[in-house]
């Protein structure tokens, strides 16, 4: 029998909120696996490249 595993990260924030072009400056930045501009903030890019180092995801 074959083991499923799955992982769920559910994330909650009750700030203000950000700007449309803020988030999608987000979002690529998060597309792009160069990280030429990583020295902009790594936060985000270094939590999900450990997520997905651990978990394949």
């Given at each position: 029998?074959?083991?499923v595993y799955q992982v769920e990260i559910i994330v909650?924030?009750?700030g203000a909120?950000?700007?449309e072009d803020?988030?999608?400056l987000l979002r690529d930045r998060l597309k792009d696996t160069t990280?030429?501009?990583a020295a902009g903030g790594i936060g985000l890019i270094n939590v999900r490249s450990r997520v997905r180092f651990m978990y394949g995801i």
């Open positions: 029998m074959q083991k909650s924030d009750n909120g950000i700007s803020l988030l999608q990280q030429e501009h």
